[in-house]
């Protein structure tokens, strides 16, 4: 598959995505309660959100993606500036018990541009020092604190889902890069005990564990989403009820336009529609991994891994909470969940992608990191 194949794979499925987003969010969003009394117009947003996005992506595609690399000190500091900003008190918009969201004259989450913005910091950190990728100073230390600083803002902002996503994004591009993999494993075990601590240290977070576990037991508390999705992808059967003919998202199913949207889908477009879903984003990540291995310059080629893996996993996660494979994470539905941060981001993503698609050099460099290079003394 050459490098134009896989872009023109990422856009059709894309495309396909995002129609299905915006009308799945005409569906439920009518049912969805208002905010503070006022009701809410879901679908015309969604739709701004798209065409927004789509704006930023067709802009980001026509830049050689080369250009960001001198300004790379800029964006980790514009992105970590974001996220302490969650913190503060007047600008700081705590939502649901989360303190995920900034107000300066609009409302988003910083969280939706770190994704990019840890992505290229990341890479060109890999690419600077792609000789020493396979050090510990180097090839994990120092690329590790770029990383996890950031990582760590979003996961104190309560936003457990998110910096899980983008952690195992952050691995798969320094596993790329050339980080010895044996100090890989060890900081996803050292990852999974903190999560682990945090979890059992939390009365709110052991409960959405055990609704997990045994979502019937729960099905009026903490583990109502879950359980009510699960009777959600239950009446769907194998084609669905039909668009508009499901009735969990009237008061059932809480966060039925956003984080539970997969289980919307299962209900009126049945087993057909879930898998179909599926097939998507797996066709989408196969074509992405394919033109990251095809782009012949470290930057690229590193670049194009981590935005891809900032779709595939926030997607994966998403779909196993909704069908109780994990336990409840608030993770949106890339594409299809509503939510205009998380949309316009997302789709800058694929921006990006094109970009790097178009502006690839057209001869390989001749060097690229191997993990045997880490047994050098190099500092």
Known sequence: MSTRLSIICIWFCFIILLVLGVVMVASTGLSAPPVNGVEQDYLGKQCIFALLGLGVALAASKVDYHRLRPWVWWIWGTCALLLLCCYMPVIGKTINGESRWINLGITFQPSELAKICLMVALADWYTTYREMAGTFMKGFVLPGVIFGLPLML????????????????????MYVAGTRTWVLALAILVGALALYMMATGSANRMERIDAWVDPQAFSQGAGRQQWISILAFARGGATGVGLGDGIEKYGNLPFAHTDFIFAEIGEEWGFVGTVTVLLLFTVMTVAG????????????????????????????LNM???????????????????????????????????SIQRYTPEERENYWPKRRQGDRKLT
């Open 154 to 173: 979003i996961l104190f902002e309560k936003d457990m889902g998110t910096a899980a996503a983008l952690a195992m994004s952050g691995f798969c591009l």
């Open 320 to 354: 196993m909470v909704v069908t109780s494979i994990l336990p409840n994470s608030g993770l949106p539905l890339p594409f299809i969940s509503y939510g205009g941060t998380n949309l316009v981001f997302t789709i800058a993503a694929i921006g990006l992608l094109t």
């Open 289 to 316: 991994v394919v033109l990251a291995l095809q782009t012949h310059d470290t930057f690229g080629r590193l670049l194009a891994t981590g935005l891809v893996c900032t779709i595939f996993w926030p997607a994966a």
